[in-house]
């Protein structure tokens, strides 16, 4: 075994204790210390929707939820923009990502083809109208649903990651105002996602997180 090889592993092994020193287990999850640390609330009268419009590519999805847009397009369709429905006329319902992943397609490169104006100017999730309208029992991929909490699978565990963007600067001054945590502002997501029993369990976590933290 040469030198270089062991000076590689050691390192690599190195990097490894310091990523899961910054991480909290729960159950098969690793979650980032920022998502009981950092608070964070929309504020979408400040940002306007700009995660609608701003980024490189469309909101990430799965096949199922592939699936579930075919589904659901029929009702979701009347509160969609024209220019939206013009791009999925031509793309489809959705496209795959340079990155080789499955996402929404964007209007000209920007917004997001299921994105919508409010009576505010706002932008917002025509989708999350739909469902909030009754027409639909999904609210809205889950990718979106989570923000700003990013998940990478792992081999052993799922990777719950902070992911920060200046476009949600007021979001981090209205979680101060609210005293919210990310863990506490993607409850709903997050039992979505992994289920009541693991957001309890995370929670509980959190609290005996915060009260060493203050105590150091």
């Known amino acids: 075994m040469n030198r270089e090889y062991l000076i590689d592993s050691f390192i690599k092994e190195v990097l490894c204790k310091r990523i899961f020193a910054l991480m909290i287990v729960v159950g098969n999850k690793l979650i980032s210390e920022d998502i009981f640390d950092v ?3 929309c504020d979408i009268s400040a940002c306007q929707g700009a995660c609608c419009v701003e980024g490189s590519g469309g909101a990430p999805l799965t096949e199922e939820e592939c699936s ?4 659901i397009f ?3 369709k009347p509160y969609l923009r024209e220019e939206g429905l013009d ?3 031509d793309k489809g319902l959705f496209v795959m990502g340079q990155d080789g992943t499955l996402e929404t397609p964007l209007i000209e490169g920007r917004a997001c083809v299921y994105s919508t104006i409010s009576s505010a100017g706002n932008l917002q999730c025509g989708i999350e109208q739909a469902y909030r309208d009754g027409k639909t029992k999904w609210k809205k ?5 989570l923000y700003p909490i990013r998940v990478k699978e792992l081999i052993d565990f799922t990777a719950l990651n902070y992911h920060k963007w ?5 979001a981090l001054s209205c979680g101060v105002a609210r005293q919210t945590t990310i863990l506490e502002f993607c409850k709903e ?4 996602a992994y289920g009541e029993v693991w957001y309890v369990e995370a929670a509980e976590t959190m609290q005996v997180w915060l009260k060493e933290k203050n105590i150091k």
Do not use: E, N
Not at 141 to 145: D, K, Q, R
Not at 189 to 192: D, G, K, T, V
């Open 74 to 76: 029929t009702d979701v």
């Open 189 to 192: 997501a997050l039992i979505r």
């Open 141 to 145: 991929p889950l990718s979106c649903h």
């Open 39 to 41: 608070q964070f609330s």
């Open 87 to 89: 791009v999925i006329k």
């Open 166 to 170: 200046s476009i949600c600067d007021s």
């Open 68 to 71: 579930v847009l075919d589904d």
